[in-house]
């Protein structure tokens, strides 16, 4: 058995006049209350430092990078670097990073025992726009200040584990999945912030988003054999309500934890990574079954191309 103790920090709301140390502190608060249940490993939300800023609508450059990480750690976060390496526990958790040579990427990071970062993901799949859309009920300017990641979809060694990271709306892409499963990959980390109602379709509530985050994470555990833990930041943020619905899913895509708030909450799991071994090796023994000669349209088309009449 290669057990680690998981906890799922979900945070709730932070409201744009929040400072980055008083969420540090919060998050810190869940780290202490992480030990306390025996964990190694905590999993904090996407932009888990500030508000949801991308619901804005900023002109000015300087405006925008206020909301911008230029380092990690910074003098901000130092506090939650110092308390993990001092539980001797690993991290993830996501924020807004801005290079040396000024690109913009919604960016999650990965550390081992000792606070190191070993690992860092930029999100690919960014959603909503990059102008001011009047048809939208609220915004959703991801696409004006970020870019999409560079990175691909790496898998780290971490723990005894195969880990990867993907942010929010990649959790809804099959590919981002297979990508990683393809690198035997065990553990899936991602954190998201996803308002309650569709902007632009407001039949679609909260019961659905719920669903359809519980379809995503659930489908992408079972068909890759990998334990999945998502985590929200939640709560109603200025006017604007993110739903919660952090969840850890076991390696067969059944949910084990699942947070009962929109509050800062943690839920905690004991998982297995040899739980992965059985579904690796019979259904989704990818050498065995896959059959990429069929498969040419997913690398190389992006939209819907319909056959012939």
Known sequence: MREIVIGGAQLGAIQKADMREAVVERMVALLHQAKGAGCDLVVYPELALTTFFPRWYMEDQAETDQWFEHEMPNDATRPLFDAAKAANMAISFGYAERTRDGHHFNTSILTDRGANIIGKYRKVHLPGHSEYDTERAFQHLEKRYFEPGDLGFPVWRNMDALMGMCICNDR???????????????????????????????????????????????????????????????????????????????????????????????????????????????????????????????????GVVLPDP
Not at 181 to 205: A, F, H, I, K, R
Not at 290 to 301: A, F, S
Request: net charge negative; hydrophobic share 35%.
């Open 172 to 302: 809804r892409w099959p590919e981002v999945y297979r990508e990683m499963g393809l690198q035997g990959v065990e553990l899936v980390l991602l954190g998201y912030n996803t308002p309650s109602v569709n902007s632009q379709m407001s039949d679609e509530g909260l019961e659905q988003r719920l669903y359809h985050s519980d379809l995503s994470m659930t489908a992408g555990a079972y068909q890759n054999a990998t334990w999945v833990v998502g985590v929200a930041k939640a709560g109603e943020e200025d006017g604007h309500p993110l739903m919660g619905g952090s969840i850890i899913v076991d390696p067969n895509g059944y949910v084990v934890a699942r947070a009962a708030t929109e509050e800062d909450e943690l839920i905690v799991h004991a998982c297995d990574m040899d739980a992965c071994n059985f579904g690796k090796s019979t259904i989704f023994d990818f050498g065995r079954h896959r059959r990429i000669e069929h498969y040419q349209r997913i690398g190389t088309q992006t």
